[in-house]
């Protein structure tokens, strides 16, 4: 495998580069697999140490006394990391449960049509699947990589009541050009609904300047902090006439008051949250978002997009075939590799202390701000040695 271009020199922002002492992963593993999930800090693991002390010293009374507090507190840093408001927020389980919740609001009964992109990750499209009644049209992608945002138009009519897709596509790194989408998704009169769980952590996200009504992301991924949780953002002017029709004490009004008789909603975005947040997660999730924050969005997009371009430009030159999106601007730091032998790849070069992952017949390689060029010239010298095998050009 020879490489044919020469790489560049440099990645912006190479004071981001002092975090890497805060991942422990990166003392004696070359980990370029963030994608899946994100390197665990320092930080978070000190969060752990306090959620143990206080169960252990406090009981329950932590909970009244501190951990309410801290679901509030972790509510503050996603809206301030997504530019809203605290009301906009919700903690939910997963994003499978986000998008039950909020899809339990929507009258189906004249509005029988969700789209959703074919490139999706299943869990947006399963959501609308098992829903009686609802029809599923789905977006095809002429390249499997990405969908031009004005086909979006041909497949949204007065019958829509859910444009449904994702902010970066989990298989390709593909992103999308929301504003197109939203605006015809509100031009028919849709709900659009976002999710973002391959976006947020590694690029800026304003939900309400990409045109969403609804936005979903979490903790595990790019934003460092583990499995466990959800985070739903609704847009204000949209909350009160979404009503669930599942529901918990959490999204109840005046939930301390513990009223069986009666039912109220929240009045904000907090009605859409089900069952007892996960405790733990949130103190992990915590220490990742102030370190997304504390490096700067911007900063770590930047940073992202660049060590994704030179692995992008020594693997073409190295005659790698890659599914990914022509225009470097449409790139995120997810980059497939087709690869015919691709688990076994994956496998060898754990063994060379490289963590990436697969899909398929690709090796999936995801870098985020806490790498460097040198853990590419590690991973573009283990690839050779591994055995790997091209889908259709030479490796």
Not at 112 to 120: I, P, S, W, Y
Not at 162 to 176: D, E, K, P
Not at 207 to 216: E, H, K, N, Q
Not at 286 to 314: F, H, K, M, S, Y
Request: a negative charge; hydrophobic letters at 45%.
């Amino acid at each position: 495998m020879a490489e044919k271009l020469v790489r560049m020199s440099t990645v912006p922002h190479p004071e981001l580069e002092r975090w890497r002492s805060e991942f422990p992963i990166l003392e004696n593993r070359t980990y370029l697999n963030s994608c899946s999930l994100g390197a665990l800090s320092h930080r978070s693991m000190g969060y752990l140490d306090e959620y143990q002390e206080l169960w252990g010293t406090m009981g329950a009374s932590a909970w009244y006394e501190l951990w309410i507090g801290r679901l509030r507190e972790l509510r503050g840093r996603v809206a301030e990391l997504w530019n809203a408001s605290p009301s906009e927020i919700a903690l939910t389980p997963s994003v499978s449960a986000a998008l039950s919740s909020v899809g339990s609001a929507i009258d189906y009964t004249r509005r029988n049509r969700v789209v959703v992109a074919e490139l999706d990750f299943p869990t947006q499209i399963y959501q609308w699947m098992v829903k009686p009644g609802v029809e599923v049209v789905r977006v095809p992608s002429d390249d499997g990589i990405g969908i031009p945002p004005e086909r979006w138009a041909e497949y949204i009519d007065e019958r829509t009541a859910v444009v449904a897709t994702s902010h970066v596509f989990y298989s390709t790194g593909y992103i999308q050009e929301l504003p197109t989408i939203a605006a015809a998704a509100h031009a028919a009169g849709a709900l659009f609904v976002v999710d973002g769980y391959q976006a947020a952590g590694q690029m800026p996200v304003d939900p309400r300047a990409l045109g969403a009504d609804v936005y979903v992301s979490g903790p595990l991924k790019w934003l460092l902090g583990g499995p466990g949780m959800a985070f739903l953002w609704v847009k204000e002017e949209r909350i009160r006439e979404l009503e669930p029709t599942i529901a918990s004490w959490f999204g109840a009004r005046d939930q301390f008051q513990f009223n069986a008789e009666e039912f109220h909603f929240r009045d904000d975005a907090a009605r859409f949250e089900l069952g007892t947040p996960a405790i733990p997660t949130m103190y992990t999730a915590l220490g990742g978002i102030e370190i997304i924050l504390e490096a700067g969005p911007r900063a770590i997009r930047d940073r992202v997009a660049a060590l994704t371009e030179d692995l992008v430009t020594r693997l073409e030159g190295a005659g790698v075939s890659l599914r990914i999106a022509s225009e470097a601007e449409r790139r995120s730091g997810i980059v497939m590799l087709k690869i015919e032998n691709a688990a076994e790849v994956v496998a060898r070069l754990a063994e060379r202390k490289i963590i990436v992952d697969h899909r398929g017949p690709h090796v999936r390689v995801s870098p985020h701000f806490y790498n460097t060029l040198e853990e590419n010239d590690l991973f573009m010298a283990a690839l050779s040695g591994a055995g790997a095998r091209a889908g259709d050009r030479g490796v």
